[in-house]
């Protein structure tokens, strides 16, 4: 049976090269930006189109079973559209997981792969080496101070609770929803990755 | 330099069992129940009153530094027990972690020692395994309802915190004062606290 391993991370926290690091590791495939591609493909829409809504909040007035209903009307098109790259998501999950042994990062995919059994983890740091990996890593024509950095971990954070929150109905971040949490603060995240890495095959392997 | 690995759990998540069973692997000491008789001894009290204190909550009407003064005039003598049951505490933790590598279960050792670079680990289950654990591992004698368990359960970890919270002004349970934070639930602990030992043996060793 393909063996899931599930990364949820805190913008900044360095989740995203964790999990690249692992994929080569253990020798698994690694899904992140191009599961958009995917989404796209199925949905019908753009990719851009879907990485704004997989981005923003979700629309939190109605739980989404009501939306389709509503959405008849026109006037709940937008969330219409959300439910539908919601679907396509779990979808291209589902197909992800069962062609291969693989790491998705983000998508809800701890939760979307539930009956899965995915190893669940959930990477974060504190909020000063957050704010140094990100202006570290910032392209040269942003010019983000840091408080302004701040203010957009939090808002990036923030938007991934609400989507996920909507979505599976569970906390964001909450540690019960996760196998382990691993904080990256003043850690070498290469190093991190390697024992991670070892530790899991380990697991797998009694 | 001596390597100290700090334990917080919730309560029933098997969080001690798991510290024990690392401490073995390891080969290094492992200090739980017996912190409170060291505790006795320094501080010139029975281990009954020490225990006591350390398993009840702080008086959280003042900050511990206030304390002192006022116990001048025996209004606040309770608060003055503790604040010589937490300096002998502090003490004893910084004596224990002196002598060799070793694994401390509670105490808030996480930040007592913090200058000596603990690995902090925080372990955890959900409710109804924890449940289930406790009801398996009561004394005959014992009579608890699920749900009287239940209750038990999330006292003793509300002394925990409003204890924890109080000396350190940290939040007890806050991800971002661990190093990793491992869930219990549904796991084996003897295979749990075996690949997160050689992850820390690999981890110690780079």
Same mark, same amino acid.
């Given at each position: 049976m393909n063996k899931i391993i599930t990364i949820s991370r805190e913008f900044g926290s360095g989740g995203r090269e964790?999990?690249?690091?692992?994929?080569?590791?253990?020798?698994?495939?690694?899904y992140d930006k191009e599961i958009i591609s995917k989404i796209a493909e199925k949905a019908d829409l753009s990719?851009?189109?879907?990485?704004? &809504? &997989?981005?923003?909040?979700?629309?939190?007035?109605?739980?989404?079973?009501?939306?389709?209903?509503?959405?008849? &009307?026109?006037v709940y098109y937008p969330l219409m559209v959300e439910e539908s790259v919601y679907t396509a998501q779990t979808e291209v999950l589902h197909e992800l997981a069962e062609e291969s042994s693989c790491i998705i990062v983000g998508r809800c995919a701890d939760y979307i792969l539930r009956e899965k059994n995915p190893f669940r983890m959930f990477i974060y740091a504190d909020m000063p080496s957050r704010v140094e990996r990100c202006m570290k890593r910032s392209s040269p024509d942003e010019h983000f101070s840091e408080k302004e950095m701040k203010k957009k971990i939090k808002n990036v954070d923030e938007s991934r609770a609400k989507y996920y929150d909507f979505y599976t109905g569970r906390k964001w971040g909450d540690r019960q929803n996760y196998d382990v949490c691993v904080n990256t603060t003043g850690k070498d995240i290469k190093l991190l990755a390697e024992v991670y890495s070892r530790m899991l095959q380990d697991y797998n392997s009694k």
């Amino acid at each position: 049976m393909n063996k899931i391993i599930t990364i949820s991370r805190e913008f900044g926290s360095g989740g995203r090269e964790f999990g690249r690091r692992m994929s080569e590791i253990l020798g698994i495939e690694y899904y992140d930006k191009e599961i958009i591609s995917k989404i796209a493909e199925k949905a019908d829409l753009s990719e851009g189109y879907v990485k704004e &809504v &997989v981005e923003k909040r979700p629309m939190p007035l109605f739980p989404m079973t009501i939306g389709a209903t509503f959405a008849a &009307v026109g006037v709940y098109y937008p969330l219409m559209v959300e439910e539908s790259v919601y679907t396509a998501q779990t979808e291209v999950l589902h197909e992800l997981a069962e062609e291969s042994s693989c790491i998705i990062v983000g998508r809800c995919a701890d939760y979307i792969l539930r009956e899965k059994n995915p190893f669940r983890m959930f990477i974060y740091a504190d909020m000063p080496s957050r704010v140094e990996r990100c202006m570290k890593r910032s392209s040269p024509d942003e010019h983000f101070s840091e408080k302004e950095m701040k203010k957009k971990i939090k808002n990036v954070d923030e938007s991934r609770a609400k989507y996920y929150d909507f979505y599976t109905g569970r906390k964001w971040g909450d540690r019960q929803n996760y196998d382990v949490c691993v904080n990256t603060t003043g850690k070498d995240i290469k190093l991190l990755a390697e024992v991670y890495s070892r530790m899991l095959q380990d697991y797998n392997s009694k």
